[in-house]
């Protein structure tokens, strides 16, 4: 009698292989699902083609081009078809040959205030967006979208556990290319915001309770006393928003 021999490591690696992928597609789904429950992530799988994901609703600060205005420090203006893109941060128009277009760094120095769809902006090293204004002060907001989450690709097109890193960089494609562009590996990119307080044009300080206490000088008794009455965390804009419409 011929008693066949079977070699169980090839079953063995199959298994391992199929319950590899089994939880390739788990932790995809959760990012999936994790990004459709806060709208401020967007996971990109690997090999995807970016725009594909990155729909214009996402991308940008209104739903479409708007007529507004760019003042300029020289007392200039000239209006354009505006819009403020949150991958790159900065404010595009609609060109002559409906390209759409960045406004150009050497002229980003020289604006003073650009106006879309009635919300105002202005520049310091990078856009910021008028948040609340009241007799204390102006209340701006920076948003951008920033790289949180990096997977690599390894062996059978699986995500590399042990190349995962949580770092806080820029989108790496500003130049038009994102059409085209493909990633070989998973991406998470959060909209970051940062808050900063103003008393002119001229000076932008980071939203913090020192930075309060000394650019407020005149009021800094109220500040105080909103302060210990009503805990404000400086990273919330709904909180920082109350309290300037309240002094």
């Known amino acids: 009698m011929i008693v066949e021999v079977k070699d169980t490591r090839e079953d063995g690696n199959f298994l391992y292989l199929i319950m590899r992928m089994m939880m390739v597609a788990i932790c995809i789904m959760l990012s999936i699902t994790l990004c459709a429950q806060d709208s401020t992530l967007i996971f990109i799988p690997a090999d995807r083609n970016v725009m594909e994901v990155l729909k214009p609703d996402k991308i940008y600060r209104f739903p479409k081009f708007t007529e507004g205005k760019i003042f300029f420090k020289d007392g200039s203006w000239s209006k354009a078809t505006l819009n403020y893109n949150f991958l790159n941060g900065e404010i595009e128009f609609i060109g002559a040959g409906n ?26 090293n ?10 204390l002060g102006k209340l701006y907001k920076e948003q951008v979208y920033v790289v949180i989450k990096r997977e690599k690709i390894g062996g059978y097109n699986q995500p590399n556990p042990t190349s995962s890193i949580d770092s806080y960089e820029s989108f790496p494609d500003y130049n038009g290319n994102l059409a085209s562009l493909k990633i070989r590996e998973n991406i998470t990119l959060a909209l970051k915001t940062n808050y900063f307080i103003s008393k002119d044009f001229n000076l932008f300080l980071p939203a913090t309770k ?12 109220q500040i105080k006393s ?22």
């Open 99 to 124: 390209d759409t277009l960045a406004i150009a760094k050497n002229q980003m120095l020289n604006i003073k205030e650009v106006l879309i769809d009635s919300q105002s902006f202005v520049y310091n």
């Open 210 to 221: 020192n930075n309060m206490m000394n650019l407020y000088r005149s009021k800094k008794d």
């Open 126 to 135: 990078g856009y910021m967006e008028l948040a609340a204004k009241s007799d």
């Open 226 to 247: 909103y302060l210990n009455q009503n805990p404000v965390d400086f990273k919330n804009g709904n909180h920082l928003k109350r309290m300037f419409e309240s002094l």
